[in-house]
C-alpha cells in the first residue's frame, strides 16, 4: 500500500527468482544470513526463520569454495530468492552461478579489474541473473581520501558509475545499485547523486549500523530520508543482532512511512504513574506471538490495535483502534470499533488480544 505523497523514483524492473523489484515494485525486504555457509543446513534453518517474520530475499556470505558448492543445496530447500555475497575471488562468484544462485553481489573496492567483471558479466548474461554492485565505503581508497561528506559521497558515486560503465559496455543492464557508508550524511548523498545519474534499481542500507538499539536508529534515521526522497526499491536493515530483528525493523519502518504494510499496527502508551501493572510486558508478548503476520485477509489497510494503561488516553486510543484494551492492573475494556465489549482481567490482556488479530486472518 503506497501513499500519493510518495513519489518513488522510477527504476528499471528487474526479476530476483520470483521476486521483482524496481518499476514501482513494492520495496522488497531482506537480510542476510550469519551462519557459516559451509555448513548448509544450519544455514538453512535460518533461512527458514526469516521466511517465516516475512523475509522476501536472502543473502548469504561465501567465502570460499567449499561454502560456494552448497549453493544448491540451500535452494532446494528454501522458499525465497537466494544471493551470493562475493568479495575478493570471482572464482567463488562462477561456482555460485554455476549451482544456480538468483544474484551475486560484487564489491567493486575488492573483486578485482575490468577483464574479471567480464567474465562474470558473460556468465550472469547466460544464467539470466542480476548483479549487484554493492559498493561500501569502507573497502574504497578514493573515499578515505575525503573528510567531507559530500567529497565522499562524491568519490563512492563517481567508483559506482565506472564499475556501471564496464557492465554497460558488454550490454548487462540487469544491474543493482547500493553505495553505503557507515555515516548517513556520506550514504543519503551518496545515493541521490547515482540516482541522478542513472535509473537502476536501488538497494539501501546503512552499512555498519550498529547493535538493535543504535543501528535501529541510524538505519531508521538514514532510510527515512532516501524513502522519504522516493528512493529505494529494496533494502536491508543492518544490526548486529539476531537477522530477524532486521526483518522486523524494516517492516515497522516501511509501515511507519505508509510504504508497505505488515498487516498489524499496534499502538501502546509510554506508561507513567498512573499505570499499575506491566505493561511493557504485554505489549512485547503481544509482539512476540504476532511476528509472523504479515498479511490479514480480511483488511486492506494494518489492523490497529490499542493497548493502554491508564484511563487519561486509553479509552480513547482504543475506541480509534480497530480494538484495543485499556484499564488498570485488575481488569482492562475491551473495545472494537468503539464500542465496549467486556471486562477482561489483567492476566487475559495477551491471550484475548492474540486471539482477536488472529481471527482477522482467518
Known sequence: MFMKFYKRSQTKKINIGNVTIGGGSPIAIQSMTNTDSRDWKTTVKQIKQLEEVGCELVRISLPDMESAYNVNKIKKNIKIPLIADIHFDYRIALEAIKQGIDKIRINPGNIGSEDILEILVKEAKKAHISMRIGTNAGSLKEVHKNSSGLLRAKALAIATLERVNVLEKHNFEDIIISLKASDIDTTVQAYRIFASKRNYPLHLGITEAGSIFSGTIKSSAGLGIMLYDGLGDTLRISLTADPIEEIRVAYSLLQ???????????????????????????????????????????????????????????????????????????????????????????????????????????
Open 256 to 362: 511507519s512511512i505508509k510504504l508497505r504494510s505488515s498487516g498489524l499496527e499496534i499502538i501502546s502508551c509510554p506508561t507513567c504513574s498512573r499505570c499499575h501493572f506491566d505493561l511493557i510486558k504485554i505489549v512485547s508478548k503481544v509482539e512476540e506471538q504476532t511476528a509472523s503476520i504479515k498479511e490479514l485477509k480480511k483488511k486492506s489497510k494494518p489492523i490497529k490495535v490499542a493497548i493502554m494503561g491508564c484511563i487519561v488516553n486509553g479509552p480513547g486510543e482504543a475506541r480509534e483502534a480497530d480494538f484495543g484494551i485499556a484499564g488498570n492492573g485488575k481488569y482492562g475494556l475491551l473495545f472494537k470499533n468503539g464500542e465496549i465489549l467486556e471486562k477482561v482481567k489483567y492476566g487475559c490482556w495477551v491471550k484475548k488480544i492474540v486471539s482477536m488479530i488472529k481471527d482477522f486472518q482467518e
